[in-house]
């Protein structure tokens, strides 16, 4: 038998072991600091990039990204936009490690997920067509590796 | 960015192509992790042309039920009709989550970002965990 969830209920305190309230430590935070992400990151990938480079911009607590995409396969600009999400490692806090962030770029919109993991910014984006019911195209999936520009 | 929530109507949902083929996504998706303190289960299944997905919490003596929430599905470029990746979203009131998957060598790696909206002091936080495909009919209820 399952556990009633009660999931419109604010008393629900979690609905995983590891969110568990007495596991909170002392040092947790409301908002991860998004410091470390700032700076440019240059695709691992050269030879067919989809997207070419990443520029973080930290203001505060507040995360800004521009894309450069090829020009080709992906637009070249893609503006800016703000970080939806930043998250930590854990419930118990520290710094930002992952963020979620969306790209409104007409024909499509694009959902971000991105890490930090060994040093590389690793981004998944959901890229998903507003032109349903043409049926040519399926939104898809890609996944890119960013490591930290020389000069960043 | 599409933000479908549980509980919600499914005119939310997205619509999909009827001639996309959901055989490498639908089923039973169990964490490889026996001891996983964060999501055991993940159930992915089709109702018409919609799909949801439907999380397990890890919990003892049960697991936690989250409940379905809508579905949408990616395929690995445009010009393909083989899906291998979805995402989804819940609000559970004291926390929301952004779930994104993708399939990689017959594993399902399902990353989180997790929101906390009460005042419990937790820090909003990430994870990433993997899960292969149970043998066993889909069987919930």
Known sequence: MLQSSGLRSFDV??????????????????SPSPSEFSGTWVNTNTDAPGITYVTCTVEGNVLRLRLEGNGSSEPSGWGE???????????HGGPAMSFIAGFDLGFKKVQAGANLNQGLLVIAFYHSFQNNGEGSRSNYFSREFFHRAAWS | MSNPRSGESTSTAVTIERTLDLS??????????DAATGIARLLLTQAGDQIFARIFGAGHPDPFDWGEAPAEVFAEIPES??????????????????????????????????????????????GKEFFFRSQNPVAVK
Request: glycine share 6%; hydrophobic share 45%.
């Open chain 1, 13 to 30: 305190k979690h609905l995983r072991a590891q969110d568990r309230l007495e596991r909170i430590g002392a040092d947790a935070r409301l």
């Open chain 1, 81 to 91: 936009a703000t970080a939806e999400l930043l998250c930590a490692a854990s419930i």
């Open chain 2, 24 to 33: 490498a996504l639908l089923g039973d998706w169990r964490n490889t992790n």
């Open chain 2, 81 to 126: 009709m083989q899906p291998t990746s979805f995402t989804f979203y819940y609000d559970l009131g004291f926390m929301s989550v952004w779930l994104q998957t993708y399939l990689a060598k017959g594993v399902l790696v399902v990353v989180s970002f997790t929101r906390f909206q009460d005042s419990s002091g937790r820090s909003n936080y990430f």
